[in-house]
């Protein structure tokens, strides 16, 4: 039997669904109207999206001195910010393409949204360097092209180059996946649309995808290839991240195992961003017969995964710190730090929030519970973002000389511009929403027959899934054939 | 000149789909196309589809990105304008190849990624502006359309088909 799987594993798309059903379902979010919920969530982050554009403005207009750094703290916020994103931006991709290499049949129903996520995050953490070089317009210098003075080139040695090709790669490879993916949820979309201005609109996105059994089977060769591609782009976005720090000499940075902890930790926040969005969209789009208890259930365990490596890599900083014996390692480890010193308070939030908090999912009541999920991603974001100020600021904050000792304090321009990414990452998500096909509608059929709740149940009944085929095309004929 | 009437048989289930093709095989007619709103598995073998060889192509142009990659840097770094930096020196690439391991491997899947969905969309006809060449709309929501050319046997094949299990059978006439 093509569609057998286990009858032990729960289905992944629950009630009497046909293919048509599916088409309905996935259909309808883009089709209706929206309501006043996604209105009042659109204007706030479309409020809290301009107030960081016009922070954005004061910033470029008067100087990177609107911000609370110094000449000790050459940067905190911004670069937290961009971490905690790159970071978030890391779930989709891994949803994609690690999980579709492991033919995991539950990513079906997440992963167009995740990867949605994915890209937006990237947006909003790319903002970041850009905003930071203070004059945006002369990005193009990160560009492997020579100066005006004659051909000094980029530094291929720097962190922060290798940063610049990790991430538009990512960016640009992680697009391209997402949108071949889509073409066909695009044609979907197209060949039902009653509006002409509609049907133009997604005929123009679906790239007059036909959907020839040639197509289908380069389509499945290519998203094989680029699930290939990209998972070790995924592993090395993060690592490449974390060597923007571990490759110098600060203490408390040049630590051997920043990839790693880097790129688990991201993978932990990425995972509760989507359980924070898909939480959200699962009950406003009516898509919880696709996105179920399983589905949340698979991603708290990867969540307990990654959570518990990340705080086996706080361990194991604190213990090498220690027992390096260095001077340098225990005074920022051990006795500023963290612990003690005037940020005390973010050391203890990113225990609570990261390594506490978490364990709660190893109850499976918990782990499978839509409320408790939703407030323990919250509590795992927050956590997150405080990881990468506890890992920047407090390390910059106390230096090896004395005189370079300075608090950071943010100003209202570096809340400002977070609020704003924020805002803007939201208005994204939320205009992605109501005009994209939310769930991989095509993917999802072919794993309705296996997966589904409808055809499992017949199957333990001994049904077939193939229907029982009745002619009814030729006249005359059917009489006969029925018998067959 | 062959005629240029053709059978649209539809079908709404794979499973019967895919024995449908294999008695449309078995009887020696030639499928011109078959339009899915999904992948079917076995299909291409079933109608007799070469497999694809885009993860082939993707491999040589991963090669053209590495090797670009690996240019770039001796140009740049090695050849053009050398630079101390941090106390190391640049004499000679294969010396500094560890600080380029990044840029060699992101310009590998940069190369390979882009240039592989490029040559899909080429090859697969898919580009903006481009306009669909399915038949009928219902083959991106649930129904999978099998085109077989007619040449004067389209009694046979109706009746063929029509055991087969189509739910709607079509003569039309091809542009």
Excluded at chain 1, 18 to 40: L, M
Excluded at chain 1, 146 to 173: C, E, H, K, M
Excluded at chain 2, 7 to 33: C, G, Q, R, S
Aim: glycine share 6%; with cysteine; proline share 5%.
């Amino acid at each position: 039997m093509s569609h057998y799987e286990a009858p032990i594993r729960e289905p992944l798309v629950l009630g009497d669904k046909s293919y048509h059903d599916i088409t309905e379902d996935i259909a309808k979010p883009i089709e209706g109207k929206a309501n006043k919920n996604w209105y009042v969530a659109f204007y706030i982050s479309l409020a809290a999206m301009l107030w960081g554009f016009g922070c954005i403005f004061y910033t470029v207009g008067t100087g990177i001195g609107v911000w609370g750094l110094s000449k000790n703290i050459g940067w905190a916020w911004d670069i937290t910010n961009f971490v905690w994103w790159v970071g978030i931006g890391h779930a989709g991709t891994l949803i994609s393409a690690v999980l579709l290499l492991f033919r995991q049949k539950w990513r079906m129903a997440i992963n167009r949204s995740a990867e949605a996520m994915t890209i937006f995050a990237v947006f909003q953490a790319g903002l970041f360097p850009i905003i930071h070089m203070g004059r945006p317009w002369n990005g193009y210098w990160v560009l492997p092209i020579p100066n005006q003075f004659g051909s000094l080139w980029v530094n291929f040695n720097s962190p922060l180059l290798w940063d610049v090709f990790a991430i538009s790669t990512y960016l640009s490879v992680s697009l391209v996946f997402w949108w071949t993916g889509l073409l066909p949820d695009f044609a979907m979309i197209r060949d039902r649309a009653v509006k002409p201005f509609q049907k133009k609109i997604y005929a123009l996105l679906s790239f007059g995808w036909s959907g020839r059994a040639k197509d289908w089977q380069r389509f499945e060769e290519v998203s094989l290839v680029l699930a290939g591609l990209a998972t070790p782009l995924v592993l090395s976005v993060h690592t490449i991240v974390s060597m923007d720090f571990a490759t110098s000499i600060n203490p408390g940075w040049h630590s051997t195992i920043f990839p790693p902890y880097f790129v688990a930790g991201a993978i932990f926040s990425g995972f509760a961003m989507v359980q924070t969005l898909l939480g959200i969209m699962r009950k406003v789009t009516n898509l919880e017969d696709y996105i179920t208890r399983i589905h949340i259930e698979y991603m708290n365990i990867v969540i307990i995964l990654t959570g518990g490596i990340v705080a086996v890599a706080y361990a194991t900083e604190f213990f090498i710190a220690w027992y390096t014996g260095s001077p340098y390692e225990n005074y920022t480890y051990l006795s500023v730090g963290a612990a003690t010193g005037p940020y005390a308070w973010a050391f203890y939030s990113l225990l609570f929030f990261n390594i506490l908090t978490p364990q709660l999912l190893w109850f499976k009541k918990i782990r499978r519970s839509f409320i408790w999920t939703f407030i323990i991603s919250i509590f795992i974001n927050i956590g997150m973002w405080f990881e990468r100020f506890d890992i920047i600021a407090i390390v910059l904050s106390k230096g090896h000389l004395p005189s370079t000792w300075w608090r950071f304090e943010p100003t209202f321009v570096d809340v400002g511009i977070f609020i704003g990414t924020i805002g803007f990452f939201f208005v994204l998500f939320l205009l992605y929403a109501r005009t994209f096909p939310v769930i991989a509608q095509a993917e999802v059929k072919t794993i309705l027959k296996s997966s589904g709740e409808f055809y499992k149940n017949r199957r333990d009944q001994g049904i077939p899934t193939k229907p029982v085929i009745k002619v009814a095309a030729a006249e005359g004929e059917s009489d006969k054939l029925d018998k067959e | 000149m062959e005629s240029s009437k053709v059978i649209h048989a539809f079908y709404n289930d794979d499973e019967v789909l895919m024995d449908a093709v294999k008695a449309v095989k078995a009887e020696h007619h030639h499928i011109e196309e078959v339009f899915c709103p999904f992948p079917v598995h076995g299909l291409d073998k079933a109608m007799g589809l070469a497999p694809t060889k885009l993860a082939i192509t993707a491999f040589f142009y991963g090669i053209t990105g590495l090797s670009v990659a690996i240019w770039m840097t001796n140009y740049m770094m090695i050849q053009d304008w050398p630079q101390d930096i941090g106390g190391k020196p640049s004499f000679s690439w294969l010396e500094n190849m560890p600080a380029f391991v990044p840029i060699m491997f992101e310009l590998t899947v940069f190369f390979a990624a882009h240039l592989m969905v490029i040559t899909f969309y080429m090859r697969s006809r898919i580009w903006p502006f481009k306009n669909a060449e399915n038949p009928d709309p219902r083959t991106t929501d649930d129904h999978f359309l099998m085109e077989i050319p007619v040449n004067n046997n389209e009694e046979e094949l109706t009746v063929l088909l029509s055991k087969t299990g189509a739910v709607e059978i079509n003569v039309v006439d091809k542009h």
